[in-house]
């Protein structure tokens, strides 16, 4: 477990100019498309190195949601040592396997699969026997072991005690009440806010805000989590999330830099007509889970720029006068389609799991993989998550400039590519982070 003391602020120096704006961080879900963000944050760890940047946390607003709250509560529980916190989270995607994630073995793979093909064939029979309910297609349990031993949820208290982060925001779907939540802590006084199906509430984060964000619907089970004390069961973040980015702004960000786990916009490319093969169980499920997972953000970074530039056109008096603020962005998601990378990686999977998703309809290889979407959130292995880390890594070294702009760094040339920077940052590591 990462379990370093608390490092004291630096002393401002002499002659400090204006402070700079506030800065938030939007990690969203994915399941193992996360590993990307690492692969973001490996990058803008060393372009930070190579400015000089002296703060110890560039991010004292964080924000996470599924998978990302995962990267999101790393980074917060070690927000006096970002390098270290990046280094840990290398170290972690690095050594995943799935059954680090979930029950891979075949016994459990059969049984999980024919319990929800069963289900879903002849539920109406099997209805009255609880016992063959099953809670969720995958057990997670070995997730909650790993997170219980990686990540100490308390330290949050003594990084936002000693200055070094401002909040941390998780975010949940509550199936009890129809409420997306948003847990956050902060030693700042911010208002808890409520909006049409969604609010958000100062609690403690522990473990189970962790667990209940991260909980992909029908994949993983619900977790059990109060709210204004009264228990309710909660699913990943991702579901009924209209406005991702919000809990930054109202928590204090001035200019968020988000990262997504997949493509923004896809390319315009040539339609294929519809064959007589109909979608497989598999494919539908690929397709919920991308519009659970990255439509909303690609919809709320489109209003969010659709303000500013509104904003700008408005005279000073008038956009004085207003509420609304203008919030500068910048959005860092995959130059390729992950879909397509867990097409070619799919055969890393065990055997066992490979024959589960084939009984719900994935078949063929590579970027002619069908139900490759539903795959890519499963495949917690280590070909799948390095190209990923990798493609992070490039995709932000491309925008070296925009980064630099960003956090107002100094324009520098890059020390070393990004395969380089993957193994100097993670060799050496302790296990048992």
Known sequence: ?????????????????????????????????????????????????????????????????????????????????????????????????????????????????????????????LARWTRSRPRS????????????????????????????????????????????????????????????QRMAVQAQLTLRHLMASAA??????????????????????????????SPAVHLGAERVLVIGAGRMKEPEGRRVGATDVHPSMAQVAGHALSNIFLDALSVDVERLRRINRTLALLPHETRAATALRPIELLVIAPSRRLDDLAGEHQGSLPPSVRAMLRAFGVSGKGKTTSGSALVSYLLFEPSFIDELINLGMSDTLAKRAEVQRFFGWPTRAPQVDPAQLRRSRSAGFAAGC
């Open 137 to 196: 297609l995958l057990d997670n349990a070995p997730l909650r072991d790993l997170l219980g031993r990686y990540l100490s949820m308390d330290r949050i208290e003594a990084m936002l005690a000693g200055g070094h982060l401002r909040a941390l925001a998780l975010t949940g779907s509550s199936y009890t009440s129809g409420q997306h939540v948003t847990f956050f802590q902060t030693h700042h006084h911010v208002v808890p806010w409520l909006r049409e």
């Open 1 to 125: 477990m990462l379990q370093a003391v608390p490092k004291s602020l630096p002393r401002p120096g002499p002659g400090l100019v204006r402070p700079q704006p506030v800065t938030g961080l939007i990690l969203t879900g994915g399941g193992a498309r996360a590993a990307y963000q690492v692969g973001v944050l490996a990058a803008i760890a060393q372009l930070r190195r190579d400015a000089g940047a002296t703060q110890t946390n560039p991010f004292p607003i964080i924000s996470g949601t599924s998978a990302g709250a995962i990267n999101a509560s790393t980074l917060a529980c070690h927000a006096d040592d970002f390098d270290g916190a990046v280094d840990g989270l290398l170290h972690l995607w690095q050594g995943l396997h799935v059954e680090n994630i979930y029950r891979a073995d075949a016994f459990e793979a059969v049984r999980s699969g024919a319990r929800w093909l069963s289900m879903l064939s002849l539920g109406w029979a």
């Open 216 to 245: 992909i619907p029908f994949i993983f089970p619900a977790e059990l989590v109060e709210l204004e004390g009264v228990p309710e069961w909660f699913g990943d973040g991702s579901m009924r999330q209209s406005a991702p980015i």
